[in-house]
Each structure stands twice: as C-alpha cells, then as structure tokens.
C-alpha cells in the first residue's frame, strides 16, 4: 500500500516526491520510526525515470563491522576464505537504480568514510580486486536520528550529511495528521478482512477511538494494531479493548511487547486464529509463539495438534 491519508502534510509530501522523482539528486528523509519514510524513498523510485531498475534497500545499523565493504561494494571470486563465487554488492545491484540507506544516522564510522568516497568518486573497489568500477545509483537515505546532535558530538560526517542532503523531507508522526487516520485504518481493515477472510467494518466510534491514540509506533503501530483488532474481535465491529494492547513484535518506547491474553479467547474459531497468528509473528518458531500467545510450549503444542495445524504447511517454502 502506498501513501494514504488526506491531511495537508501528505499532500506535500506527494509534492515532493512528484518534484524529487523528475531529478536524480540524492534525498534525506527525516522521521520517526514507522511513520512512512521507506514508503517516499520507494515512491520516489517508482516515478523516476530508473523505475525499472533495482531499488536496493539496505539498514545501515545492521551491517556488521567486518562485512561493510563487501556487504556494500561486492567481494571477487577467492577474496576470502570462502568466498566461493564473485558477489556485486548492495552499490552495483542498485546501478542505474535506487539504493535506499535507512537508519544511515546509526551508521558506523568507517562505514561513513566508505559511502563518502563512492558518493564523490561514483566508484566501488570490489574486495580482492585492484580495479574501480564505475556505478550509477541514486541515494535516498533515511533516518529517525537528530542528524545535527550526532554531527555535533563527531559521531555523524557533516561533510557526509551535505552529500546526502541535497532534497530533504521530513514525514511527520501520525499523531499530527490524524485526519490521515480514518482512510489507513480502512485500507488495513479491508487487507486484513482479505488475508483472513473476514468482514469487520469500521465504525464512526472505532475512528473516534483510533484518533485520540497517541500512536507511539506511528503507522507501522496503526497497521499491526488493526491486524490484531480484525483477528481477535469476536463481532462484525472492531473491539476497541484491543487498542492499548501492543503487536506481539512490536516494541514502543522501549517497553517489552504485551502478547494476548490467552484467557480472553473463549470460542474455538478465535483461538485457531491466536496459534496462527502467534507462530506467524514469531517467524514460525513454536518456542516464541507460545511465549507470545502466554502459553507453555507443551500447552502450545498440544493446541496445535487439536486445532490440526501443520507447521510445515504455514511455514514460507526458501524460495518463497
């Protein structure tokens, strides 16, 4: 789903991602966790004119210390033990495409100084190779970072920001744009009512409810929330008891994820739809689910096996 919502905010927004995508200058998005960012840069790419091209994302604060420059820049056949076959790297997989850098605020130091010098150079060196080769890619990075306090304290490149910073938006929380909130609640209701077979509806008291939220995780948080509302809602209308309670994966604020309340499942269909969905948030691990659903394993296990459910069936096939 694309960008939803009718508040004025999102329409500049829209603006600026109509202007940005006529150029291939480099873009900066500001903004809090969850509140859209990758959802402009791939706007951004889809209405430029490398659109059919790679859009590569890559989360900078992941990318461990010891695997940036092959991670980035790709790796020759033989460079390293076990490096089995050549490797192109995040940059050359994004030539004459995008390449997205969220979190590029928590980007480590060493790894600044490499971006800085393919930025100017528009060069990458391969690990295990002597030979610089030539890369095309537009930048857009992101970050929920206050990018002038980490340049203060010297653990940002300011010279690195400048590069970066050449169009710049900032998606504001959705706390400040809660005229947005009615249209993206119905989008996820009627993708979840789709993915679930189900028809809840939204009410004028749910949306009273929703927009008085604070929505700490933003529209990530609105997502999951009315995912969880539509599975666990016993009648046609969302249950608005639901709204406090946090994703099973979600973390706000630094507080640890409130999972279901196992107890407030009271009919057979509602507790079939609590082990799917816990497994499925879980990544399909049994341990976590149950940890999730606040049931032991063995307890887990066996309502498993009384509802029927095939782990091996649920489960995404590698390639999938």
């Not at 960012?37 to 590569?56: D, F, G, M, P, Q």
């Not at 695997?67 to 490797?87: P, Q, Y």
């Not at 933003?218 to 969880?228: A, D, F, M, S, Y």
């Amino acid at each position: 789903m694309g960008l939803t919502g009718v508040s004025n905010h999102l329409a500049a927004v829209a603006e600026f991602i109509h202007r940005a995508a006529q150029t291939d200058a480099n873009v900066f998005i500001r903004g809090e966790n969850g509140c859209g960012k990758e959802l402009v840069a791939k706007a951004i790419h889809r209405l430029s004119r490398r659109a059919h091209e790679n859009y590569v994302p890559v989360n900078c604060a992941s990318i461990a210390d010891t695997l940036i420059e092959r991670e980035l820049f790709g790796h020759e056949k033989g460079a390293f033990t076990g490096a089995n076959a050549s490797s192109l790297g995040y940059f050359q997989s994004a030539n004459r495409g995008t390449i997205f850098l969220d979190e590029i605020g928590d980007m480590k130091p060493n790894l600044q100084t490499a971006l800085l010098r393919v930025l100017e150079e528009r060069k990458v060196t391969p690990v295990g190779s002597t030979v610089a080769k030539d890369v095309d890619v537009r930048v857009i990075a992101a970050t929920n970072a206050p990018i002038e306090t980490k340049i203060a304290q010297g653990t940002f490149r300011e010279d690195l920001f400048h590069r970066l910073n050449v169009l710049m938006i900032t998606v504001i929380p959705l706390r400040e744009r809660p005229e947005d909130i009615p249209l993206l609640a119905q989008a996820f209701i009627d993708r979840a009512n789709h993915d679930y077979s189900m028809n809840k509806i939204l009410t004028p008291a749910v949306v009273d409810e929703l927009k008085t939220y604070s929505w700490p995780g933003n529209v990530r948080q609105l997502k999951n929330t009315i995912e969880r509302m539509v599975i666990m809602s016993s009648g046609r209308t969302l249950d608005t008891r639901l709204l406090t309670q946090q994703s099973p994966d979600a973390t706000v604020n630094n507080t640890k994820p409130v999972a279901y309340d196992a107890m407030q499942f009271n009919t057979y269909q509602n507790e079939d739809r609590l082990i799917r969905y816990s497994l499925e948030q879980s990544g399909y691990v049994i341990s976590k689910a149950a940890r999730l659903s606040r049931m032991s394993r063995s307890t887990f296990c066996d309502k498993m096996k009384q509802h029927k459910i095939d782990i091996s069936k649920l489960k995404p096939s590698e390639g999938a």
